[in-house]
């Protein structure tokens, strides 16, 4: 059985005003996937008072959920850092059953945060499950009793770096020296995540693990143990967002992995600042059963009225040449096909 998943980075509503606005110029295209889905980064949420736009906490209008759904899309993860407070995450996940569309990474409880979603299309069960590096240390991981988020912890280390591991270090005894960074997961935390997708692998057909990770435009350790130990437990599908970035794209064990898809709908960020001409890259990933047969993406930016337009890969270039080239060192080529980028091994 062949099916077509769409998948996109963060999407953010905050002050949408015309739900219809958003994706009114890429709906077409989604409407064409079997199964779509994104990382929701707002909370269908109206605070209390007032509420300083540097707090953390990205604040939607509920009536702007009607955007997801107008979309069509099939489900949402919301483990990330701006899906922040209780009654926040309890009005959001409340919003999203209002709408019909299911939620991961993000409830009531531990259980509920944890939660894979299952969406039945054309008699294949797509799985999904969503887990964030990025968070809070206080009250925003899920708790036995408590709201919040499902997470992978990380961890970082500098290293002196005593060996000449790449050409363009120096030696050592040079004052000012900067570390090597070094990232890896919480060997309890990623034991958790690789079990919880060995258990959706017995329930679904095609499993996607989404991941809120990454710093600026890096792949970091830490996202690359993640992602492969994705797949070694069963994933079909890794996609990571968070950044705002789009990042490399890489195939482990026939499998796709998007580092990052940026943005797919993001007018406001933190502080209230309006965000710039970013470009995110709307994932789609054809297979059959759960045999990838094609793995590619296109860009996608936004236009003044805070409308997701998709680009023509024409435009795009220096776009396209910058991603396969950082690509390329994960051992991934990139081809052209029409407006669209399909990657292979």
């Keep these: 059985m062949r099916t077509t998943l769409m998948l996109t980075g963060d999407i953010n509503l905050m002050n949408v005003t015309d739900y219809r606005a ?3 110029r890429v709906t077409p295209t989604l409407r064409q996937a079997d199964v779509r889905f994104a990382n929701l980064e707002c909370c269908f949420y109206d605070p209390p008072g007032e509420h300083s736009t540097g707090d953390e906490g990205f604040y939607a209008p509920a009536a702007s959920g009607e955007a997801l759904k107008l979309a069509g899309f099939d489900a949402v993860g919301n483990a990330n850092n701006v899906n922040y407070g209780a009654d926040a995450i309890r009005s959001s996940v409340s919003r999203l059953k209002q709408l ?9 409880n531990r259980v509920a945060a944890y939660a894979p979603v299952i969406v039945e299309r054309n008699g294949m069960r797509v799985g999904f499950l969503q887990r964030t590096s990025v968070y809070w240390p206080t009250n925003h991981e899920a708790g036995e009793r408590s709201p919040g988020v499902a997470v992978i912890r990380g961890n970082t280390a500098y290293q002196v770096p005593a060996h000449k591991t790449r050409p363009e270090i120096p030696p050592m005894n ?13 060997r309890e935390y990623l034991k958790r995540f690789q079990d919880d997708v060995a258990a959706l692998r017995k329930q679904a057909d095609i499993v996607v693990c989404s991941n809120h990770w990454g710093l ?18 069963g994933a ?4 990571g967002h968070g950044p705002h970035y789009s990042l490399p794209v890489e195939i482990y064990k026939s499998k796709p992995i998007y580092y990052g898809l940026g943005s797919f709908s993001f007018h406001t960020g933190h502080g209230g600042r309006k965000h710039g001409d970013w470009v995110g890259m709307l994932a789609t990933v054809a297979l059959d059963g759960h045999t990838v047969q094609r793995a590619a993406f296109r860009f996608v930016r936004h236009n003044d009225a805070n409308e997701t337009v998709l680009c023509a890969l024409k435009d795009e270039q220096a776009t396209l040449a910058d991603i396969s080239k950082r690509s390329a060192r994960l051992g ?4 052209a096909e029409g407006d669209e980028a399909v990657f292979s091994a």
């Design 22 to 24: 958003p994706f009114a």
């Design 216 to 233: 600026h435009q890096e792949v970091l350790d830490y996202m690359t143990e993640i992602a492969h130990a994705a797949i070694d437990a």
């Design 332 to 335: 991934t080529k990139i081809a």
């Design 100 to 108: 019909g569309i299911p939620n991961t990474g993000a409830g009531a």
């Design 236 to 239: 079909d599908v890794v996609i």
């Design 174 to 186: 040079r004052p000012g020296l900067p570390p090597i960074i070094l990232t890896w997961a919480e």
